[in-house]
RNA sequence: AACCCGGUGGUGUAAUUGGCAACACAACUGGUUUUGGUCCAGUCAUUCGAGGUUCGAGUCCUCGCCGGGUUGCCA
């Protein structure tokens, strides 16, 4: 065709955010010898969460799009909070997002040695001292938020003497938190940061990495910006509380012969409402029970949400669609169900299951009949192809799908009206069957034998298209719904955030479903058609107790419609 | 209270750097449809406030107001 005849004059126009503003800029500038080096470094105190998706995506894609690279670095500086089986979590949940740090997964305390040799040679240049406040002295030393600090009595030690010491820090001679190397910078700056900060404290505890070679351990101001230059970061990406850290990060550098020069930008971490991020609760809601684990579908981890369901892609799409910026916002999870459902209707196949079930018996078809219906697998793909769906006298169709009375916009099956049975035939409702409680049993019905194919012999338009399953040829399994972990948006809000906790959160349902997802994959997600998109759970496919997982549901306009009219 | 950062619809993010406030989600209308799904069309903010500079201000200046961060040998 005539491609390349017109300019795209519609092409999306391409929206920066500020941090791609700043490469821009440093790329213009020829700085950094043009390169783009940025890294992701979780420290491996726990298990990632949806927070730390946006960091792996900003990091990680950043690099993609600038033609660099982006390092995997665990932040392994406190060995009283660290732990392998972290640090294999966080590779998993990192690649499963969809990226990878070829050879490049660094640890900080790969960096030990190093250090020291930096921190001795800050020493010499009379830029840093041991002290030996303790923990209260210093606190009481350093002054306040309007109150400048004092110098530490140590602070004036001839090198000769910190040298010395420092290096019997390291041999282990002191206690626990008796001394520290601290740099010596301004107690009297408003920068509390920059009031003389420590370098290293005496810890006794085995590391998950060097067992017991060192007692004294880097913080986490001293290790990252040297970290980051070692390995020649060029743009070091960390969230906003970390601003007032800043000057401190150029101060070593500026300070140190090193031969990169790495600059940090700060930005807003993610926030969604309905969840919280926070490690800490999030550790209480698993060992105190309220959800049944780390992986639990409703923890907004990664494990949690893949184990839900919710596609990678999703996430990188999400993350994509909410921007990077500096103000502190808070993302309706509405935004983060559309990602999941966008990329969900391209790629999950149709079934039909049905989760509150009743059952429609139709009178005037035959006994023992069965016939065989072709059902389309993704109507929004012809590859998908289609399946075989099984359809007899005895059908389940979805108790909320029947109506005794109701009224004219109720689209589906009434008591004396017509529904049509998705890919079958057009049933109307002759009798309701009660058992001695009211409850409603069973539904007599007759079927109209010309209505097969979409159509009516008589071309009378039947509005109403329900799903079922067929009765004898049904799979039961559990169907677990999941809603909001907290019915508050803001969880966080006033003094007890497990009061905001959704009582409904987790309902567990006995359904029925039609035979061909006896054979769904594991961790396979598909869509129930009319209800949502469910997720074979992995973990009950490999205990034999198979059980589906709902990832989301559909946009619901009539739930919506009748909510508005009760 | 000191210092740092921020403030654009219900929620987020943009605005050629001083030139008609755009995109997405949500909500609401209507259309298509063998999923009340998808899809399509439409509606929904004069940018925290007050002054100032300018032909022209979301953008620049001044003064306020509001929100977040910082007083770990956590990260």
């Known amino acids: 065709m005539n491609d390349a005849a017109e300019p795209r004059a519609d092409e999306a126009p391409e929206r920066k955010h500020f941090i791609e503003k700043i490469i821009d800029e440093d790329l213009a500038q020829g700085r950094n010898e043009g390169r783009v080096h940025t890294r992701f470094p979780p420290e491996p105190n726990g298990f990632l969460h949806i927070g730390h ?131 010596r910078i301004d107690m009297s700056s408003p920068n509390l940061n920059l009031r003389d900060p420590v370098m290293y404290r005496i810890i006794r505890q085995e590391h998950h990495r060097t067992g017991d070679r060192w007692c004294i351990y880097p913080t986490y101001d001293w290790a990252h910006g040297q970290s980051d230059a070692i390995e020649g970061i060029t743009h070091s990406l960390c969230s906003l509380e970390f601003e007032n850290h800043r000057p401190l990060y150029d101060w070593y550098l500026d300070n140190l012969d090193l031969p990169a020069r790495p600059r940090q930008i700060e930005f807003a971490r993610l926030e969604l409402t309905h969840t919280i991020t926070s490690k800490r609760k999030l550790r209480q809601l698993v060992e105190e029970g309220h959800v049944e684990g780390w992986d639990d579908p409703r923890m907004p981890t990664l494990g949690g949400i893949r184990r839900r369901g919710v596609p990678a892609e999703a996430i990188r799409h999400f993350c994509e669609e909410i921007g990077v910026a500096k103000y502190n916002s808070t993302i309706d999870w509405a935004k983060f169900d559309f990602s999941t459902r966008e990329v969900l209707n391209r790629t999950a196949e149709r079934r039909m299951a049905v989760l509150d079930p009743v059952k429609v018996v139709i009178t005037n078809y035959p006994e023992g009949q069965v016939e065989e219906l072709e059902a389309i697998n993704n109507p929004g793909d012809e590859s998908a192809g289609t399946r075989i769906l099984p359809f007899s006298r005895e059908v389940w169709i979805e108790r909320d799908d029947f109506r005794e009375e109701a009224p004219r916009k109720f689209f589906r099956l009434v008591t004396g009206r017509e529904v049509r049975l998705r890919y079958a035939y057009v049933i109307r409702c002759d009798e309701v069957i009660k058992d001695a409680a009211g409850e409603i049993v069973e539904l007599r019905c007759t079927y109209d034998p010309e209505s097969g194919g979409g159509k009516t012999s008589d071309g009378r338009k039947v509005k109403g298209i329900i799903h079922w399953v067929s009765a004898g040829h049904a799979v039961t399994s559990e169907v677990i719904l999941y809603d909001h972990l907290f019915a508050s948006p803001d969880p966080e809000e006033g003094d007890d955030y497990l009061a905001h906790l959704n009582p409904d959160s987790r309902q567990v349902v006995s359904a029925r479903l039609e035979p061909a997802l006896a054979s769904a994959s594991p961790g396979e997600v598909v869509q129930f058609e009319r209800l949502g998109y469910f997720c074979n759970d992995p973990v009950r496919a490999a205990d034999g107790a198979p059980a589906f997982h709902r990832t989301v549901g559909l946009r619901d306009t009539w739930g919506k419609i009748e909510k508005k009219g009760s």
């Open 53 to 183: 998706a946006k960091a792996i995506c900003i990091n990680f894609g950043l690099a993609e799009k600038y033609g660099g690279s982006c390092n995997l670095r665990f932040d392994d500086t406190n060995p009283t909070k660290e732990e392998t089986r972290f640090v294999e979590a966080i590779q998993e949940d990192v690649r499963w997002l969809g990226f990878d740090w070829d050879d490049r997964l660094y640890y900080a305390s790969g960096y030990f040695e190093r250090l020291v040799e930096l921190a001795t040679s800050l020493i010499e240049r009379g830029k840093a001292f041991v002290c030996d406040l303790s923990g209260e002295e210093m606190r009481a030393y350093r002054g306040s938020l309007t109150e400048p600090g004092r110098d530490s009595p140590f602070r004036d030690r001839p090198v000769e003497e910190n040298l010395d010491l420092f290096r019997r820090m390291q041999a282990g001679e002191f206690e626990d938190g008796s001394r520290t190397l601290r740099a």
